[in-house]
């Protein structure tokens, strides 16, 4: 699998870790994400993943995770 190093303009806080692209995103939901998890979760996942094969919008990834981090209370 390729992988595309991207980090955005900004990073995210999320809880008390700064996340500055995709590939850091997608560790943060995989190691520190509650176990309650939801649509928004998903479509995050799916957003991140895409962005981080190169077949994706790294602002979508963004978008996605952000949401996901309200939905989950994480910011």
Do not use: C, H, Y
Request: aromatic share 8%; glycine share 6%; no cysteine.
């Amino acid at each position: 699998m390729q992988v595309n190093i991207v980090l955005w303009d900004r990073p995210i806080r999320a809880g008390g870790t700064l996340i500055f692209g995709p590939l850091a995103a997608k560790e943060f939901m995989t190691a520190s994400w509650p176990e309650a998890k939801d649509r928004n979760f998903d479509k995050a996942v799916a957003a991140i993943l895409a962005a981080i094969r190169g077949r994706g919008s790294p602002d979508l990834a963004r978008e996605r995770f952000e949401k996901a981090l309200l939905s989950a209370e994480l910011v």
